[in-house]
């Protein structure tokens, strides 16, 4: 039986220093630690990845539970890799710093370690657990990253996630791997992004997570866990009296009756509350050790128990000698962990004279040492539990936090020995605290400036590992200390941007209308100018799109004024989408041209890239030079490892497949953006892309698989992106077509409000396309047949025809069910225009359709034969049985009503094969009553 840890085992002895080994009895938690191990056997038998959230308040037995779970796992299972790793409580948290924590222990990285070693321990972790050569290549840079070892930065957070989930996933093969995080209610955004992430992502992986975290996260982020799909959610309650009874009665045999029910009543079902006062017990040496356990050795009768947890462990602090306290209230300021090099540098005291009151503190059992050889923190200092950390802390004097948190914070700078853009928040979070612990002090003003220096730092570091979010939140916290408003306008602009690419808009929109305004106060144009066009790219991204180029086109205006950078042909780039989602073509040209121009001269290949794509959207109605334009952005993303716009090129070059006809590329375009977009964890695209392959199932008439794969797609609680809507409105038509209003209206609800009265004509369409989809999935088949003309007549004017698809069958189908096929001939006749060979098979299928009918309903017989026939024979060269069916439906239809029902039967039996499959019981439905008029006929 092995457990392989990368973990950090707290230890209770150093050398000789031994603590008092009071180990309370586990109890009362047998539910909670049969639920742990039963879903732990459950991911590694069923190989799929799983969460379990523990939440409790602090001192309820989160950590004995963790340690229990351990120790089953060290004696019952093999080949398990255990890691584990804690949460910094600094600031809004230290981006990945628990998982880099895992990393280092799981490579083996001391923190003395120079870059050399820590780099070669890293490369022989990667070349154990990843075997193919290609795959360490891609890895091994993205763990440097998030360990310090490289300049790097990430373009997007998938950019690192994708790598650090294939190592745990390449380790998971060969074993369950086991991932703990403690204190999660102190972690970073980023890091909580990761952990989903990975649930989702890794999902037919043994990968199993376990949380530890106070009620506090549901708090600061009460979305966590909701979208994992395994997930179990445990809270721990108080231990009930008689588990408490039997945790005295374990600890303490021989407890009178009267302090024990005094120590269960204020425990108040919190176990810690009772190791706490058998510990003060032990401390004025009431009790004695016999054996493994301890026994009663003086009067305690009439001992006075504090109250309340907190006050318990505050006593116990009022017990220790002077020197002790200091010492532990010194190291309280450092953090939950702590070097003895550390407490030397903030308490002023010399290490070897620290050794001995440390250890009587570790034998005490405030403190505890890191004995564990894996780990990178061995020989460390830590609080055995975060409140005792918390109360000694609470009892310094403002003046003696000051001056503490500014020694931390000058060690951390300099003889520490950390990588200083790595700590950068912690060193931020002494100094911030310094600063408040005395705001009016003469040095104050010196103080917070070295606060917002280090909380920049703390957000460049961010967003350096692709956590826009966390920085945000240091920029925010920056431009809080801003000296004056120029300084708060930078701030609060970097804030935004980094609020855009976090994709919190509405937040990013408060910043830079601050920021903008307070450079116009100051008199910089120039500044001012740069503002408003981050602005305008949040108000398009939250649909403003004609409010967008309002501040967007004077603010190019001055910025191409100056020497062009890449900032300036990024935002002509990106004014040249916005005015063509405008329906604006002419000028998207004039400012694609002027991006493209910048970009080759200085190749500036993201913005080539996107550019390109751009130009190609713009010229749809030029085939080949659209697609043309459309492959050289993919060349260049794909050589320039730029995903975002690899995919992006992919997914517009299978949309120019669909209007071209060109099914097999459309596949193959589709296929291999779906993979580069669940390899790297690209949600948008890995759902705009899948919602095509579950299209194309809808299509082939296998309407339960595509179902299935869009359960799997990560698509978002409501989603106002233009092909995820695509997708939602096209399970809806099918879940209409199954006459389950249900499960059509639940995909509906998918869709955001914001599609409703956004200014993007994709958008519109599609909302309009919606309304005709329901009123003929509620039967109102004359409500949805201008809907559907007005959809087609939309998509077929923005160039992409072959989108229209589905409004021409459903017109031809609500005409039929109406009995006015003529109703359907205004849009079939939006096809008359374009020649035969301009339309792709299934327009071709849909009109021929309708003309056929129409040509039935007035007695053209003639004229209908040729059209089913050629609507047969065309849909059958496409080869798609729901595109078949229909047309097998109405054909069987005619012939029936010209009493040619011995031709009919094997079309309708053709049609009824195809739809049971599908399970379209609207379509069955039809049919039967077709068939019962045949049977009719021949009676």
């Known amino acids: 039986m092995r457990l392989w840890r990368a973990s950090r085992v707290v230890g ?6 031994r603590s008092i080994g009071l180990e309370a009895p586990f109890v009362g938690r047998d539910r909670e630690f049969r639920l742990v191990k039963d879903l732990f056997h ?53 981006a990945y710093w628990a998982l880099a924590e895992m990393v280092r222990m799981r490579a083996r990285i001391a923190e003395d370690d120079s870059s050399e070693e820590a780099i070669a321990k890293l490369r022989g972790t990667i070349e154990e657990h990843v075997a193919d050569a290609d795959e360490r290549e891609w890895v091994e840079p993205r763990l440097q990253h998030i360990l310090g070892l490289t300049d790097r930065v990430a373009s997007d957070g998938e950019d690192l996630h994708s790598a650090w989930r294939l190592f745990f996933e390449r380790m998971a093969e060969t074993g369950p791997v086991v991932l703990l995080f403690e204190d999660l209610h102190w972690a970073d955004t ?21 949380t530890l975290s106070r009620p506090e996260l549901g708090e600061r982020h009460p979305t966590f866990g909701t979208r994992v799909r395994s997930s179990t959610a445990l809270t721990l309650e108080p231990l009930g009296d008689e588990a408490m009874e039997s945790l005295l009665s374990g ?13 269960r009543e204020r425990a108040d079902g919190v176990p810690l509350y009772a190791v706490e006062t058998v510990r003060m017990l032990l401390d004025r040496g009431l009790l004695e050790r016999e054996g493994d356990a301890f026994r009663v050795s003086g009067a305690i009768e009439a001992l006075e128990v504090p109250e309340t947890l907190h006050a318990l462990i505050a006593a116990r602090l009022d017990g220790l000698e002077p020197q002790q306290r200091h010492v532990l209230e010194d190291a309280a300021v450092l953090g939950k962990t702590f070097t003895q090099q550390g407490l030397a540098a903030v308490s002023g005291v010399a290490e070897v004279e620290l050794e001995p009151i440390l250890d009587s503190l570790v034998r005490k059992e405030l403190l505890t040492i890191q004995t564990d050889p894996r780990s990178p923190e061995r020989g460390q200092y830590g609080f055995l539990q975060a409140l005792v950390q918390r109360v000694a802390y609470d009892t310094l004097a403002r003046r003696d936090r000051k001056a503490r948190h500014l020694a931390a914070a000058r060690f951390l700078e300099g003889e520490a020995g950390f990588d200083q853009d790595e700590i950068a928040e912690v060193i931020a979070a002494h100094y911030f605290d310094a600063h408040a612990a005395d705001p009016q002090a003469e040095d104050a003003d010196v103080i917070k400036a070295r606060a917002r220096d280090w909380l920049c730092r703390a957000g460049e570091r961010a967003a350096a590992l692709a956590a826009p979010e966390d920085a945000g939140r240091a920029f925010d916290r920056a431009a809080e200390l801003a000296d004056g408003d120029e300084e708060r306008a930078r701030m609060l602009e970097r804030a935004g941007e980094m609020l855009i690419w976090a994709n919190d808009s509405s937040a990013a929109e408060g910043r830079l209308s601050e920021a903008r305004a307070l450079f116009e106060s100051a008199g910089l144009p120039h ?19 004609a409010e967008a180029l309002e501040l967007l086109e004077p603010a190019l205006e001055v910025l191409a004024g100056d020497e062009p950078d890449e900032n300036v042909a990024f935002l002509a780039a990106e004014a040249g989408r916005i005015h063509h989602f405008q329906g604006n073509d002419e000028t998207a040209v004039e400012r694609i041209e002027l991006a493209l121009e910048m970009a080759e001269r200085h190749d500036y290949v993201r913005v080539l890239s996107e550019a390109l794509n751009t130009k190609a959207i713009i010229m749809q109605g030029r085939r080949h030079e659209s697609r043309a334009l459309l492959k050289e952005a993919l ?10 716009q690899a995919l992006r090129a992919y997914n517009n070059l299978s949309v120019g497949a669909v209007t071209a006809d060109r099914y097999e590329e459309w596949r193959m375009c589709t296929e291999e953006g779906f993979d580069l977009a669940r390899n790297r964890g690209d949600r948008q695209f890995a759902t ?33 992106v233009s092909g995820h809507v695509w997708g939602a ?52 088949p004359a409500d949805s047949i201008p809907l559907f003309l007005d959809a087609a007549e939309r998509t077929i004017e923005q160039g992409m025809m072959g989108h229209a698809v589905p409004s021409l069958e459903d017109a031809a189908t609500a005409a039929t069910d109406l009995g006015d096929a003529s109703a359907a001939l205004p849009v079939a006749a939006l096809l008359d225009r374009f020649d035969r060979s301009q339309l792709t098979r299934q327009l071709q299928v849909a009109r021929a359709r309708i003309y056929a009918n129409v040509a039935a309903e007035r007695g053209e017989h003639d004229r209908a034969a040729e059209e089913y026939a050629l609507a047969l024979a065309t849909a059958r060269n496409f080869g798609k049985p729901a595109n078949i069916a229909p047309v097998l439906v109405d054909y069987a239809r005619w012939l029936v009503q010209t009493g040619r029902e011995e031709e009919a039967a094997p079309l309708l039996e053709e049609a009824r094969s195809a739809f049971e499959r599908m399970k379209a019981t609207r379509w069955l439905e039809r049919i039967d009553e077709l068939s019962v008029r045949a049977e009719a006929v021949v009676t």
């Open 688 to 720: 705009q892309l899948g919602m095509g392959l579950v299209g194309d199932m809808l299509l082939g008439g296998d309407w339960d698989a595509a179902f299935a794969l869009a359960d799997e797609l990560p698509l978002e609680a409501q989603t106002a």
């Open 42 to 94: 459950a991911t590694a038998d069923d190989k799929r990845a799983s969460l379990v959230a523990v939440v409790g308040v602090a001192g309820i037995g989160k950590s004995r539970l963790a340690w229990e779970f351990e120790k089953y796992l060290d004696g019952l299972v093999e080949n398990v890799w255990w890691h584990r790793g804690r949460c910094l409580s600094y600031g809004d948290g230290v």
């Open 12 to 17: 209770s002895r150093r050398g000789e220093v």
């Open 527 to 545: 500044d001012s100018a740069r503002a408003t066009a981050r602005l305008s790219l949040a108000l398009w991204a939250l649909g403003r799109g």
């Open 729 to 780: 409105i096209m399970l809806a038509r099918a879940a209409y077509a199954r006459d389950d209003r249900d499960l059509a209206e639940t995909w509906l609800a998918r869709i955001s409000p914001e599609v409703a009265t956004s200014s993007d004509v994709q958008m519109q369409n599609l909302d309009v396309w919606q309304g005709g989809i329901v009123a003929l999935g509620e039967r109102r």
């Open 190 to 210: 980023a890091l909580l992004d990761f952990i989903e992430y990975l649930l989702d992502w890794s999902r037919s992986h043994p990968i199993y997570v376990l």
């Open 635 to 644: 060349a260049i993303a794909l050589e320039h490892d730029l995903v975002p």
């Open 251 to 263: 600890l303490v045999p021989g407890l009178s009756d009267e302090v024990r029910a005094t120590i």
